[in-house]
C-alpha cells in the first residue's frame, strides 16, 4: 500500500507567497526517503501538506489510503509526526517524561498505554536514562531525540524530518540520524527526510529535488548526486568531493565520479603509479 | 586590536550544586587581522569564551570594587587592543563597540518594520544623536557591504527575505558601527549549501576591508580549512590546539579522538596516506588538486 499518495496538489501562501504547483508524489510503506531542494524549493511547506498543518488549495492527499480532508484529520495525524528544525520549540513540559507524554495525553489514550508508549519510545531513542531529566538542560542532540519521542508515543506509520538536524552540532546530528535510520528498520516506519547534508540523504532509498514546488528529480541519492549540472540548476551545491574530482580531472588525471573518499583516493593512486 | 587572554576560567552557577567549569584556565591570543577559527563540541566553553570577548560575560573584578581572589586563584590576563578586561574602569560600551557579536542563528533577532530600521537600531543607540542622513548613508554602506541593494531591500519588511538574506540583514545590523572585531557564532549554520557559500564569501569580503578581524565558531571542518589563518579546538573548557589548519588537520587520530570530524581533504589524503602517497597541502581543496597534479607531473 501507498504510505503517501499525492495527486494534482497545489498550495499557495497568502498573499501570493512560494507554493506547491501540481506535485504528485508517492511515498510507499517502509520507504526512507530524502527531500532535497534549495530554500525556499517548498520541502517546508510539502511537510505541512502531508500531515494537515496546512491545507491545499486543490488535489488530493491519501495516507495509507485514508484521504486527508476534515472529517479524517485527526486520524491522519496520530499516522503522520512531524519532528521541526529547532528543538527549542518543540518542548512543552519541563520533565522529559512528562513532554514525550504530552501527545498521547491529548489523544485520550488510558494512563497504562500511555505509561507503555512512553517507556517504549524513549528506549527507541536511547534516552530512558534520562527520563526524569530537565527538558532544558539537555543538548540539542537529546531534545530532537525527546521530540521525536514524542511523535513515537503516537505510534505514527509515517515520519516527517523537516531539517530536524540542521541546528545540531556533528555529534548531534549522528545520534539522530542513527535514530531515524533504527526506527526505518526496525519498527518499520516510512521516513521522509528534508535535509541539506549529502551524508544524511545517501542513507535514503529514493530522494527527490524539489524546485519550485515540483519534484523536478527522483533518483537514488548517489544518482542523484552524480548529476552535477541539473544540481546546479536547481540552485543546489555540488558535493565537494565531486568538486575535488571534477578539478583532478580537469588537470588530466582519471578518477570517476564518486562520493566516497576512499575510492576517489584509490582512482588517486593508480593514476599517479602509471 | 590583538586579543590576548591568559588563566581565564569561569564556572557558571558558581557556589550552587549545578556549578560547572565551562573554562578552565585558557590561554589563547588572536593577533588582529587573522581570520580565526574555534572547534569544539557543544559545552566545550567555546561560547562561554567568545562571550567574554566584548563583555557580554565579565570577570569578577571587573564588577567589584575591590576584588580579592580566592586561594590559589591565578588572576587572568583578557585584553582587546587598549581594552583590559579584567579592570573596573574599562569603557565597556565603547568596546562593544569595536567588537561586533553576531550569534548563532541571528535572523530570529530582526524585529523592525523595514530592513532599514533593523539595520539602524545597533547604530543609533551606540552614537546617539547621529543625523539621518549619516544613519542612512551608514545603513546603505553596511547593505551593501553585506551583498544586498539597499534601493531594492531597505524599504522590506524583513520578514520577507529569503533565509540567506535575513543572515545578511542580521550581520549588516552588527558591522554597521564599524567594529574591527567581528565575531560569528556558527555564521552559515542551517543554510542551504548555497547560502552557506553565499556567508563564507561575505566574510572574506569584510575581511580586511571593514573588519580588520574575524572570529568564527564552527563545526564545519571544511568551512575551517578553507577559511581560517588558524584554528583553536576546545575541549572540557581547555584549549587543546591552536594550530593554522596545515598542521592542524594533520593531527588526525587527535581531533578524531575528541570525538570531532576531519575536513573531506583530510579524509582522501588519510586514504592516500595508507596507499603511500603523501600529499603534504594546506587541506583546501584547490591547494589539494594542485599538489596532486604536481605529484603525477614528477612522476613522469
Redesign the interface.
Known amino acids: 500500500m501507498h504510505a503517501i499518495e499525492t495527486k494534482d496538489v497545489s498550495f499557495s501562501y497568502e498573499g501570493g507567497g512560494f507554493r506547491i504547483a501540481h506535485l504528485d508524489l508517492t511515498v510507499e510503506e517502509g520507504e526512507f526517503l530524502a527531500v532535497l531542494g ?3 524549493s517548498g520541502k517546508s511547506t510539502l511537510a505541512r501538506l502531508l500531515n494537515g498543518i496546512l491545507v491545499p488549495d486543490s488535489g488530493t492527499i491519501r495516507v495509507f489510503g485514508t484521504p486527508l480532508d476534515d472529517q479524517h484529520l485527526y486520524e491522519v495525524r496520530k499516522q503522520v509526526g512531524v519532528v521541526f ?1 529547532n528543538p527549542d520549540n518543540q518542548t512543552v513540559a519541563s520533565i522529559v517524561e512528562d513532554d514525550v507524554a504530552f501527545g498521547a495525553e491529548n489523544v485520550g489514550l488510558p494512563r497504562e498505554e500511555i505509561a507503555k508508549r512512553v517507556e517504549f519510545a524513549l528506549g527507541a531513542v536511547g534516552m530512558l536514562g534520562l527520563r526524569n531529566a530537565v527538558v532544558s538542560r539537555l ?2 542532540g537529546q531534545k530532537q531525540r525527546v521530540a521525536i519521542a514524542g511523535v513515537l508515543a503516537l505510534k505514527p506509520r509515517v515520519m516527517i524530518l523537516d ?1 530536524s538536524t ?2 545540531l ?4 546530528r549522528r545520534e539522530i540520524v542513527e535514530v531515524v535510520k533504527k526506527l526505518n528498520r526496525e519498527e518499520k516506519i516510512t521516513v521522509i527526510l528534508i535535509t ?1 547534508f549529502m551524508e544524511e540523504a545517501l542513507l535514503a532509498d529514493r530522494a527527490v529535488v524539489m524546485n519550485r514546488g515540483e519534484i523536478a528529480l527522483t533518483d537514488t541519492p548517489a544518482g542523484i548526486f552524480a548529476r552535477h549540472e541539473e544540481l546546479l540548476t536547481y ?3 555540488l558535493p ?2 565531486g ?2 574530482a571534477k ?2 580531472t580537469e ?3 582519471r578518477v570517476r565520479d564518486t562520493l566516497d ?2 575510492q ?3 582512482d ?2 593508480r ?3 602509471r | 586590536m590583538n586579543i590576548v587572554c591568559e588563566h581565564l576560567t569561569y564556572v557558571y552557577d558558581k557556589g550552587s550544586p549545578f556549578a560547572v567549569k565551562a573554562l578552565d584556565d585558557v590561554s589563547l591570543t588572536i593577533a588582529e587581522g587573522e581570520f580565526f577559527g574555534i572547534i569544539g563540541h557543544t559545552g566545550s566553553g567555546k561560547s562561554t569564551f567568545v562571550q567574554h570577548l566584548n563583555g557580554l560575560i565579565r570577570l569578577p573584578s571587573s564588577k567589584k570594587k575591590r576584588y580579592k581572589p580566592e586561594k590559589g586563584e591565578i588572576l587572568p590576563t583578557l585584553k582587546v587592543g587598549e581594552y583590559d578586561l579584567t579592570s573596573r574602569k574599562t569603557d565597556f560600551y565603547s568596546l562593544r563597540k569595536k567588537v561586533g557579536m553576531v550569534f548563532q542563528y541571528p535572523e530570529y533577532q530582526l524585529f523592525a518594520e523595514t530592513v532599514k530600521d533593523d539595520v539602524a537600531f545597533g547604530l543609533k543607540n551606540f552614537s546617539k544623536g547621529i543625523s539621518k542622513e549619516e544613519t542612512e548613508r551608514a545603513v546603505g554602506d553596511a547593505l551593501t557591504a553585506c551583498g544586498l541593494d539597499p534601493k531594492e531591500v531597505a524599504e522590506m519588511s524583513p520578514f520577507d527575505l529569503s533565509g540567506g538574506q535575513k543572515r545578511r540583514v542580521a550581520i549588516a545590523g552588527v558591522i554597521v558601527t564599524r567594529p574591527e572585531i567581528l565575531v560569528l557564532d556558527e555564521p552559515a549554520a542551517g543554510l542551504d549549501p548555497l547560502g552557506k557559500r553565499e556567508v563564507m564569501a561575505l566574510l572574506h569580503r569584510l575581511h580586511g576591508s571593514w573588519c580588520k578581524t574575524i572570529v568564527i565558531v564552527s563545526h564545519d571542518m571544511d568551512e575551517i580549512a578553507e577559511n581560517c589563518t588558524r584554528a583553536a579546538v576546545f575541549s572540557e573548557g581547555k584549549v587543546v590546539m591552536c594550530l593554522p589548519p596545515r598542521q592542524l588537520f594533520k593531527r588526525t587520530d587527535e581531533l578524531l579522538s575528541l570525538g570531532l570530524d576531519i575536513p573531506l581533504v583530510a579524509k582522501i589524503c588519510l586514504a592516500l596516506q595508507r596507499r603511500g602517497i603523501e600529499i603534504d597541502c594546506d587541506f583546501t581543496a584547490d591547494d589539494f588538486v594542485a599538489k596532486v597534479l604536481a605529484l603525477r607531473r614528477d612522476r613522469r
Not at chain 1, 552540532?169 to 548531534?172: E, L, V
Open positions: 534549495h530554500n525556499g528544525q543538548s540539542g531539517e540542521a541546528m552540532d556533528p555529534r548531534g541539506h540552485n543546489l551545491a565537494r568531493i568538486v575535488i578539478k583532478l588537470g588530466g588525471l573518499p576512499e576517489l583516493a584509490e588517486i593512486a593514476s599517479v603509479r
